[in-house]
């Protein structure tokens, strides 16, 4: 299937915006959603609609049936071995506070380390400074490289028998540096410590194998992958998840309850207090299906192409800024236009009809790394065109020169 031919399966890319035809440069956000994901959440409502796992009637064995089968194939997707460490949650936010609050409270004392990055999204990094204060634990930062990027040198510099939890991003949402996370996870486990991965913005991309990368927890987001929003996974290797402690208490987690003891159900369900988001999980494995179709090998192969495309068409900009590593990159560009603020950059290019994101993009401590208080960034997926990046290029040297006062 060509990128014309998938184009053609999301709805939502045949609008215009102020009279251009619309190019989403704004994946990394949130992905569009192909016709069958829409479908597949609408049958669910207008055909399967129940609560799961306690009603015996045919709606309800029939969600719980889509609900379970959703968790079987994201399971796969990232080669997990069993359905039973696969945690459904709202996204990789909720995943890594699961984490960073049931079990690094859990295990760690005063004077412990917790190690991660400048680079990492503020969902992996403000609940490892909560799990600090809480413990008395100590935060240390893997420091950055010029180009944003991370050594492994640094890594065996910065983690130490002290070392509980190494937190890192697989990709970073504003470097585009795809982080060697299965070298860092051995160094971390040669030190007694535990590997957790942000993957919000590898599983999209790439494919994904947590039981090679060898990572003890990983966190991933249905709606960056084609899937709704509200849906995501924790991936958790079985010995820690069944030795971990529910954060959230009610309805479907429990397994008897009395007065004033309760017990919990068995791996996943401790985790899934309440309804859970069955619509969402019915959505999710919509977009592996759809996802596999394509393959994920030859979506990061178009995606590379893509970023390689963009960085050598937008280095060609005289007074724009590339932000991380130029080459080997995940699927963005992150850049300033001049001293044009990035939301004056981002309207610009939003009444050409060419959509992408300004601020500082949940990640204020690598804004002051990079020295900026915010930048402009084009991200790409596998409903993109070369095409689409050359609108973004004559968008940009349109707003070279309406802004030209603020550049050179």
């Given at each position: 299937m060509n990128t014309a031919e998938i184009r053609e399966l999301f709805p939502i890319l045949k609008q215009e915006i102020n009279g251009h035809p619309l190019i989403y440069l704004d994946s990394a956000a949130t992905s569009q959603k192909?016709?069958?994901v829409i479908d597949a959440v609408k049958r669910y409502y207008e055909w399967d609609n129940a609560n799961v796992h306690r009603g015996v009637h045919t709606l309800g064995s029939r969600a719980t049936d889509a609900y379970e089968g959703a968790?079987?194939?994201?399971?796969?997707?990232?080669?997990?071995s069993s359905e039973q460490e696969i945690i459904f949650t709202r996204g990789t936010t909720t995943a890594l506070n699961i984490v960073a609050s049931s079990y690094a409270r859990s295990?760690?004392?005063?004077?412990?380390?917790?190690?991660?990055?400048?680079?990492?999204?503020?969902?992996?990094?403000?609940?490892?400074q909560q799990a600090a204060k809480a413990t008395g634990a100590v935060l240390k930062y893997i420091?950055?490289?010029?180009?944003?990027?991370?050594?492994?040198?640094?890594?065996?510099a910065t983690v130490t028998d002290r070392t509980k939890i190494v937190s890192v991003v697989y990709v970073s949402n504003v470097l585009g540096v795809v982080n060697p996370v299965k070298q860092i996870a051995a160094i971390a486990h040669k030190h007694g410590a535990k590997m957790v991965v942000d993957g919000a913005q590898s599983t999209p991309h790439m494919k994904?194998?947590?039981?090679?990368?060898?990572?003890?927890?990983?966190?991933?987001?249905?709606?960056?992958?084609?899937?709704?929003?509200?849906?995501?996974?924790?991936?958790?290797?079985?010995?820690?998840?069944?030795?971990?402690?529910?954060?959230?208490f009610g309805g479907e987690m429990i397994d008897h309850v009395g007065l004033y003891e309760s017990t919990w159900?068995?791996?996943?369900?401790?985790?899934?207090?309440?309804?859970?988001?069955?619509?969402?999980?019915?959505?999710?494995?919509?977009?592996i299906d759809f996802l596999q179709q394509i393959g994920m090998d030859a979506v990061y192969k178009h995606d590379l192409h893509l970023t390689n495309y963009a960085v050598e068409r937008m280095s060609d900009i005289e007074d724009l800024t590339i932000y991380g590593p130029l080459k080997d990159r995940a699927g963005l560009v992150t850049f300033n236009l001049g001293d044009v603020h990035p939301h004056d950059?981002?309207?610009v290019l939003d009444a050409e009809g060419v959509a992408v994101r300004a601020g500082h993009h949940c990640c204020q401590p690598l804004m002051r790394w990079l020295e900026v208080s915010a930048t402009a960034r084009a991200s790409f997926y596998l409903y993109n065109t070369e095409a689409d990046i050359d609108r973004l290029v004559a968008a940009l040297l349109k707003t070279k020169e309406y802004f030209g006062h603020a550049i050179g």
């Open positions: 192909p016709a069958s968790r079987e194939k994201v399971a796969k997707f990232i080669n997990a295990v760690l004392q005063e004077g412990d380390e917790i190690v991660i990055t400048p680079m990492e999204h503020h969902a992996n990094l403000i609940p490892w420091p950055l490289q010029p180009d944003g990027s991370i050594s492994l040198s640094d890594v065996e994904v194998d947590v039981q090679d990368l060898d990572c003890d927890f990983y966190a991933l987001s249905g709606h960056k992958m084609c899937g709704p929003t509200g849906i995501g996974a924790l991936y958790g290797k079985k010995a820690l998840l069944e030795q971990m402690e529910p954060v959230e159900k068995d791996l996943p369900w401790k985790f899934e207090g309440g309804t859970p988001i069955i619509a969402g999980a019915v959505g999710l494995g919509a977009a950059v981002a309207t």
